[in-house]
Antibody, heavy 120, light 107 residues
Framework: EVQLVESGGGLVRPGGSLRLSCAAS????????MTWVRQAPGKGLEWVAN????????YYVDSVKGRFTTSRDNAKNSLYLQMNNLRAGDTAMYYC?????????????WGQGTLVTVSS | DIQMTQSPSSLSASVGDRVTITCRAS??????LNWYQQKPGKAPNLLIY???SLQSGVPSRFSGSGSGTDFTLTISSLQPEDFATYYC?????????FGGGTKVEMK
């Protein structure tokens, strides 16, 4: 069974940092693009970043470029999102998701999410 | 960036109704269009990819159509478990973008 489990969310002050993790199981992690999508409370979905199977390509939404970095450890079946210089507008549920088949851009399995709250 | 506009933003329907949700892209995206369903407190669930391909395990009452800039998600006969919010998403180019969502509520 495919499972994605996020962790690392919490309350952080503006300007602070957090590192989110996504533990994958039930599939060959290194065969799939992975992505991060966030959802502010009561709002819609926003794509944040994605990363190629071997980590050689990464793409980000403009609002997080220079502040967020995604990475992966295929030996540990894990995906990461390092978030620096956090802002109130980054407050959201953060989901990791798997690219469907060889796709980099549509997502067939999602984690349950981890909540990031940026507040003083 | 490609803007995705969904309509309506909400609708009220009854069990058994045929429901149609539209999504318009700000530029042509060929068939690079996906649909997701999200229930409160849950992660999204992929329904349709490449505009009209049904994701494995998704009931056949869901269907998608369109190409270029105009797309449609249709639920042929609304079931109780279909009351949810639906999002379109373009996969043509980064940044990947979602529509604002359509909330399907019980009439």
């Amino acid at each position: 069974e495919v499972q994605l489990v996020e962790s690392g969310g919490g309350l952080v002050r503006p300007g602070g940092s957090l590192r989110l993790s996504c533990a994958a199981s039930g599939f060959t992690f290194s065969d799939y693009w992975m992505t991060w999508v966030r959802q502010a409370p009561g709002k819609g979905l926003e794509w944040v970043a994605n990363i190629k199977k071997d980590g050689s390509e990464k793409y980000y939404v403009d609002s997080v470029k220079g502040r967020f970095t995604t990475s992966r450890d295929n030996a540990k079946n894990s995906l990461y999102l390092q978030m620096n210089n956090l802002r109130a507008g980054d407050t959201a549920m953060y989901y990791c998701a798997r690219g469907r088949g060889g796709s980099w851009s549509d997502f067939d399995y999602w984690g349950q999410g981890t909540l990031v709250t940026v507040s003083s | 960036d490609i803007q995705m506009t969904q309509s309506p933003s909400s609708l009220s329907a009854s069990v058994g109704d045929r429901v149609t949700i539209t999504c318009r892209a700000s530029q042509s995206i060929s068939n690079y269009l996906n649909w997701y369903q999200q229930k409160p407190g849950k992660a999204p669930n992929l329904l349709i990819y490449s505009a009209s391909s049904l994701q494995s395990g998704v009931p056949s009452r869901f269907s998608g159509s369109g190409s270029g800039t105009d797309f449609t998600l249709t639920i042929s006969s609304l079931q109780p478990e279909d009351f949810a919010t639906y999002y379109c998403q373009q996969s043509h180019s980064t940044p990947l973008t979602f529509g604002g969502g359509t909330k399907v509520e019980m009439k």
